[in-house]
């Protein structure tokens, strides 16, 4: 009888590129001088379920037209955000400038394991849910029902620590679910 | 030059032991004229027996012993304690557990007033402070080199060339058998179990290759790394270890489709991170080298990164990490 034990047939690779649900948002606003001003240009953004992440208020520069300039970093689900300058105005708040942050630095990192059994949302989630940092790609090859399926992963981060903490936090979920991940040295 | 006669005893005479004395052999002459040293050979032990003469074991002798013919009624601590001579070579197998019987014949060894030169694991990883402890008491050297990397240099190379540097972190690929496996993998597309029995039939890879690839080779190697270049007083037990079982074509395919591959790497740093497991190294890393080679990326704070790649087993290429250390004993 032939042997094929030493044949080996390739799993095909299946690429999922998936959708943005948080981003990061960098704001430049301007607040009337006169108290509580600074609370009343916040809260809509806990209300939209948003994160601040930092504030930069100069009370000492003014703008010509005598309003305060603010800093902003918050997170926001991307379909609050248009919701959120509508408030702002509603407010009386300027919105000068809206940016959204960059994912600058990536990295690869492989899973092996019964990935697909263990709810890849869920790992996935873990990190999008963060706002700073993201999955950005996902190939999975499987090679067969309850056999060893294996995923590369890009992490994308608004910085290196931010990468960092996205990978423990990949980490930590893949070690519940007896999923092995191999990062970059 | 002025001659020094060096006396020597093999205590283990498997490949690392009868290399040591192959190499001693060749390069005896040479030696002398260099260094101005002597190697003579005046005692071999092994389980089949020993031998011993004061004016340098004969080649008979050394045949005799290898065939198997029983030599004496005398033991290898006998020839340690009784035969005078100035560097005791351990080179017995390792035993990662009690790290014996080397670390008897090295104790021994520095009580009776012998330089030590070991490429055994078990004695410098388990016991490593008071091996160094006991070496200062009685003025006496232990080198063990050829214990990291084979014939790659890392202990002398930070020691000595690199002496004024602060080292941050050594990573690299410390076994061989992994190496040749994952390489095997990734370039035929072949699964593991299939690369493991190749390994096993060319002689790579041990009967029992879980030493190897579960990484407890590559961790007992990061913990002789950590205690003599870091200061650590690490043990096996330190180490964070994962092996390479679980690595699959598939990963090495998606590993190789994003620019990188996946090797056993060893990871020790000045903050005392100590962990063996599989890692992505890009393709133009220098730690990517393929089939049995070692490698190490050595950062620092003065010279930045220093990569060294050579072969990492084999008796010849152990004997040169040992003939070194004992060179470097007299100079």
């Known amino acids: ?185 | 030059m002025k001659q020094e006669t060096v006396r020597i005893s093999i205590i283990g005479f498997g490949y690392v032991g009868s290399g040591v004395a192959e190499v001693i052999r060749r390069k005896r002459e040479a030696i002398a004229r260099k260094h101005g040293i002597d190697l003579k050979i005046v005692g071999i032990a092994d389980l089949k027996g020993v031998i011993a003469d004061e004016q340098g074991v004969s080649e008979e002798a050394i045949r005799a012993l290898k065939a198997g013919e029983k030599q004496g009624d005398m033991t290898s601590l006998d020839i340690i304690r009784d035969v005078a001579h100035e560097v005791m070579v351990e080179t017995t197998p390792t035993n990662v557990e009690t790290g014996e019987p080397g670390l008897t014949h090295i104790i021994t060894a520095l009580e009776s007033g012998r330089h030590v030169v070991t490429s055994n694991k078990g004695p410098i990883a388990l016991e490593y402070q008071k091996l160094m402890e006991l070496a200062a008491k009685h003025g006496k050297e232990i080198k063990f080199e050829a214990a990291v990397g084979g014939a790659m240099p890392i202990i002398s190379l930070v020691r000595e060339n690199l002496a004024g540097n602060g080292v941050m972190s050594i990573k690299g690929i410390l076994n061989g058998t992994c190496n040749y496996i994952l390489t095997r993998m990734a370039e035929e597309d072949l699964p593991y179990e299939h690369v493991l029995k190749e390994a096993q039939e060319i002689g790579i890879a041990e009967t029992d290759p879980s030493k190897d690839i579960e990484g407890v080779d590559t961790a007992v190697k990061l913990v002789i790394l950590a205690n003599s270049i870091f200061g650590m007083n690490a043990t096996y037990n330190d180490v964070k270890v994962v092996g390479i079982s679980e690595i699959t074509p598939d990963a090495l395919k998606l590993a190789n489709d994003a620019g990188y591959v996946i090797k056993l790497i060893g990871d020790v740093d000045s903050d005392g991170r100590l962990e063996v497991a599989p890692r992505l190294v890009p393709k133009d890393d220098p730690l990517n080298v393929g089939g049995t080679l070692n490698v190490a990326t050595i950062k620092t704070d003065l010279a930045g990164e220093i990569t060294v790649i050579g072969k990492g087993a084999g008796p010849i290429e152990a004997a040169s990490a040992i003939l070194s250390d004992i060179i470097g004993i007299y100079s």
């Open chain 1, 1 to 185: 009888m032939e042997d094929r034990s030493y044949f080996y047939l390739p799993p095909p690779i299946t690429t999922i590129n998936k959708k943005v649900i948080t981003m990061k948002v960098s704001m430049s606003i301007e607040l009337k001088d006169i108290p509580g001003q600074l609370v009343h240009a916040l809260q809509p953004i806990s209300n939209l379920g948003g994160n601040i992440r930092s504030v930069q208020h100069q009370r000492d520069k003014k703008t010509p037209s005598g309003r305060i300039p603010l800093q902003l970093v918050l997170e926001i689900e991307e379909r609050s955000l248009n919701i959120l300058v509508e408030r702002l105005k509603e407010r009386g708040v300027n919105v000068v400038r809206i940016g959204e942050e960059r994912l600058k630095d990536s990295m690869v990192v492989l899973l092996i394991g019964h990935i697909v059994h263990s709810d890849l949302r869920e790992t996935i989630d873990s990190i999008d849910s963060t706002g700073f940092a993201e999955v950005v790609e996902l190939s999975l090859s499987m090679p067969g029902v309850d056999m060893t399926s294996s995923a590369s992963v890009t992490l994308s981060a608004i910085g290196k620590e931010e990468l960092k903490d996205a990978l423990d936090i990949l980490e930590a979920t893949a070690e519940k679910k007896g999923i092995m991940v191999i990062s970059s040295i």
